[in-house]
């Protein structure tokens, strides 16, 4: 049995909504805890204030943050800016509940487009993806900088999104 499934058989599923600036620390650790160069709390803060982003989280049966989605929405486009779950909480179905939570709020400001960027290594996140039927369209080379500072390229991935 690994770690999360019996952290999940204990705890309550996280439940599902909108965040705010107030969250930006939380990100901030989540974020640090998921990427190579994660972004800071200042960072989240700028993001999470800004009319174009809109921004979700899963929060758990303490009031603490275990996952969110970001994006920013132009005119019928936007693009998911980051999506990250805290390790804790993986492969339990919170990035999966996170876009479906999403979705419908992206589809009420008028957004039709979705698009992302992923690193074509990062396994886990391109499932998830082409699990909640984004597909690719472009590849940009030497786009990201691993750990190692060695170049890895983008998947540049689009859904279209249900009026
Ligand atoms: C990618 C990430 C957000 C997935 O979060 P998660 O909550 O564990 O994902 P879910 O449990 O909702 O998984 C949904 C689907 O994604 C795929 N998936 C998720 N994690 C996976 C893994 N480690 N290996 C293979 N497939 C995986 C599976 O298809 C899964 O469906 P299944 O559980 O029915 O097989 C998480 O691993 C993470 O935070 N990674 C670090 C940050 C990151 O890489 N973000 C994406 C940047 S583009």
Not at 120 to 148: C, I, M, Q, W
Request: hydrophobic share 45%.
């Amino acid at each position: 049995m690994t770690r999360q499934s019996v952290f999940r058989m204990f705890v309550k599923p996280p439940a599902y909504r909108p965040i705010g600036a107030e969250r930006s620390l939380e990100c901030a650790a989540i974020h640090t805890e998921s990427f190579a160069y994660p972004w800071t709390e200042s960072d989240f803060e700028q993001l999470l204030v800004a009319a174009e982003v809109v921004a979700d989280g899963a929060i758990d049966a303490d009031e603490g943050l275990c996952g969110m989605i970001l994006s920013r929405a132009a005119a019928d486009e936007a693009e998911i800016l980051t999506i990250a779950v805290a390790p804790e909480h993986r492969r339990s179905g919170v990035a999966a509940t996170l876009i479906a939570a999403h979705l419908p709020r992206l589809s009420a400001r008028g957004v039709a487009r979705l698009f992302l960027e992923v690193e074509t290594g990062n396994a886990p996140a391109r499932a998830l993806y082409a699990s909640n039927g984004f597909h690719e369209v472009g590849e940009r080379k030497a786009y990201y900088r691993k750990e190692d500072a060695s170049p890895a390229s983008a998947l540049l991935m689009r859904l279209d999104l249900a009026p």
